[in-house]
Nanobody
């Protein structure tokens, strides 16, 4: 079983930065792809960024490329999302997720952390 706890959300002005952190527990962390997702009010959840187990492979949603950076520390079982040049449209609840080594789906989710960007 995997447990994920996010932190680092908050209120920031447009153009500002936030760093989200996700603390993971459970086995096989370094073998799991990890991702950050977000869901804004009235919208579907979307993937923001993902990283492979080694951290060598990453994916970014087009609208965050060049502004957001995903990273991980396998020794500490942590995943981070550095968000720079934030825009009001980045406002959402951000979730950390872990891919199951069995189903290959993102089956494990944190409780979410609110990010609000004011204009």
């Amino acid at each position: 079983q995997v447990q994920l706890v996010e932190s680092g959300g908050g209120l920031v002005q447009a153009g500002g930065s936030l760093r989200l952190a996700c603390a993971a527990s459970g086995r096989f962390f370094s073998e799991r792809d990890m991702g950050w997702f977000r869901q804004a009010p009235g919208k579907e959840r979307e993937v923001v960024a993902t990283t492979s187990g080694s951290g060598g492979g990453t994916y970014y949603l087009d609208v965050v490329k060049g502004r957001f950076t995903i990273s991980r520390d396998n020794a500490k079982k942590m995943v981070y999302l550095q968000m720079n040049s934030l825009k009001p449209e980045d406002t959402a609840v951000y979730y950390c997720a872990a891919r199951s080594t069995y189903t290959r789906q993102y089956d494990f989710w944190g409780q979410g952390t609110q990010v609000t960007v004011s204009s």
